[in-house]
């Protein structure tokens, strides 16, 4: 497994689309939210794939360069390219939000804390976007309806103060929307979180320890 699922390909969008469906209408779920990270790590850095016919050929008729075998240029950027990418994801996310307002279900994406219009990186040392580099057009997502929900990723003391600005700038992005934003979290109770609950973000809570675990759980004290 390099690269993830061309969504330049209609095709595959569709076929998508069916499979998650299948599985939230088989099993009745109330949506589904996505994390937009791979847990693969085949490739060897983050611009190795997303260069399949249907996107080079869109990126040459707008910017007269294929980017298979030409250099980016300043009026054909990298950019230019990983905004395209973008745009075949967001066409994914609204096929997939049709489907799903057919029985009131919901869509929700989990947020890259460090650059919240960016892929997550997968948890390994290079920190490598394994689900390819590409621009998520919240603003577009939000202002259609096509995001019911918006997850802040954390789970990790050391990002804690990271969520919660990127969480800040979500609420302000989302004011006066039908979206929704929320934290990740395995610190629940910290005072972090007050003023953004105060504002409005709901909460996740992150399991990540069984010490963390049997805190939440209640369990008395054992010898």
């Known amino acids: 497994q390099g690269g993830t699922v061309n969504f330049a390909t209609p095709e595959a969008r569709q076929a998508v689309v069916d499979l998650v469906m299948g599985v939230l209408d088989g099993d009745r779920y109330d949506g589904v939210a996505f994390l937009s990270y791979a847990e693969n790590h085949s490739q060897r850095y983050t611009d190795e794939f997303g260069y399949n016919p249907p996107i080079a050929e869109e990126f040459k008729k707008r910017f007269g360069i294929d980017p298979r075998f030409e250099e980016f240029s300043r009026t054909g950027s990298r950019e230019d390219w990983v905004r395209l990418r973008g745009e075949y994801l967001s066409d994914y996310l609204r096929a997939l939000k049709v489907r ?71 609420l302000w992005m989302t004011r006066q929307t039908s979206t929704g934003v929320s934290i990740d979290t395995s610190l629940l109770t910290q005072t972090l979180w007050d003023s953004l609950r105060d504002a409005g973000a709901g909460a996740t809570y992150d399991i990540r320890t069984a010490t963390e675990y049997l805190n939440r759980a209640g369990f008395p004290d054992t010898s």
């Not at 029985?103 to 390819?132: D, R, S």
């Open 100 to 170: 799903l307002g057919k029985n009131h279900q919901k869509l929700g994406l989990f947020i890259n804390p460090w650059h919240a219009h960016q892929m997550q990186p997968w948890n390994v040392p290079e920190l490598i976007q394994t689900g390819g580099p590409i621009h998520i057009d919240l603003e577009g997502l939000i202002a259609d309806g096509t995001l019911d929900q918006m997850i802040v990723f954390g789970g990790f003391a050391s990002t804690d103060s990271l969520v919660a600005s990127t969480t800040k700038d979500l």
